[in-house]
T-cell receptor, first 116, second 116 residues
Framework: DAGVIQSPRHEVTEMGQEVTLRCKPI?????LFWYRQTMMRGLELLIY????????DSGMPEDRFSAKMPNASFSTLKIQPSEPRDSAVYFC??????????????FGAGTRLSVL | QQQVKQSPQSLIVQKGGISIINCAYE??????FPWYQQFPGKGPALLIA?????SEKKEGRFTISFNKSAKQFSLHIMDSQPGDSATYFC???????????????FGQGTILTVHP
């Protein structure tokens, strides 16, 4: 398995532009997570899905952020309009159902976003 | 409010030495405590994990010590190697009932550098 695949790996955009980050989870995984990583705040959970349904979006910082999962193999995180403070590394992770106490989340390599 | 506090922020160890990273939590609703390892340009990967009913878990050179009464847990890396140089995150899982999925809350991370 290729693991969790994120694209693009790097994104540089100007303030006010729309940004779309993409994620392909590991096939067969029921849960998908979006995280944001910054030096100041560390690794924060933004939203997670179960079987393509958003379960908890309490970590989404503002209405400028939205996430969708139209099918089991694809998810997007969109920021519109983007602001410099959105600059961070965004990770997608997936996890299979029934992991018991393992709770293993498999992370992608991340998208480094720079908003100028 | 930071749910899991991790220290130190950075750690430098000589090859062959012992690396110790500490984490503390306050919320008794946590029921599982994994450690993640992250190399530059990569996403975090599960390293080792422990349940609160166990005081110690060892996997190779990596050991978790857990003190439930003090609400503290730590990662010990024995015989540290330059290849262990990475960022380490402790995490805690919110207890979830039934088929719900417990979210992970991460510590701020520790940058470990092992000198040859």
């Amino acid at each position: 398995d290729a693991g969790v695949i994120q694209s693009p790996r790097h994104e540089v955009t100007e303030m006010g532009q729309e940004v779309t980050l993409r994620c392909k989870p590991i096939s067969g995984h029921d849960y998908l997570f979006w995280y944001r990583q910054t030096m100041m705040r560390g690794l924060e959970l933004l939203i997670y899905f179960n079987n393509n349904v958003p379960i908890d979006d309490s970590g989404m910082p503002e209405d400028r952020f939205s996430a969708k999962m139209p099918n089991a193999s694809f998810s997007t995180l969109k920021i519109q309009p983007s602001e410099p403070r959105d600059s961070a590394v965004y990770f997608c992770a997936s996890s299979p159902l029934g992991t018991g106490s393992k709770n293993i989340q498999y992370f992608g390599a991340g998208t480094r976003l720079s908003v100028l | 409010q930071q749910q899991v506090k991790q220290s130190p922020q950075s750690l430098i160890v000589q090859k062959g030495g012992i690396s110790i990273i500490n984490c503390a939590y306050e919320n008794t609703a946590f029921d599982y405590f994994p450690w993640y390892q992250q190399f530059p340009g990569k996403g975090p990967a599960l390293l080792i994990a422990i349940r609160p009913d166990v005081s110690e878990k060892k996997e190779g050179r990596f050991t978790i010590s857990f003190n439930k009464s003090a609400k503290q847990f730590s990662l010990h890396i024995m015989d540290s190697q330059p290849g262990d140089s990475a960022t380490y995150f402790c995490a805690a899982r919110w207890s979830a009932g039934g088929t719900s999925y417990g979210k992970l809350t991460f510590g701020q991370g520790t940058i470990l550098t092992v000198h040859p």
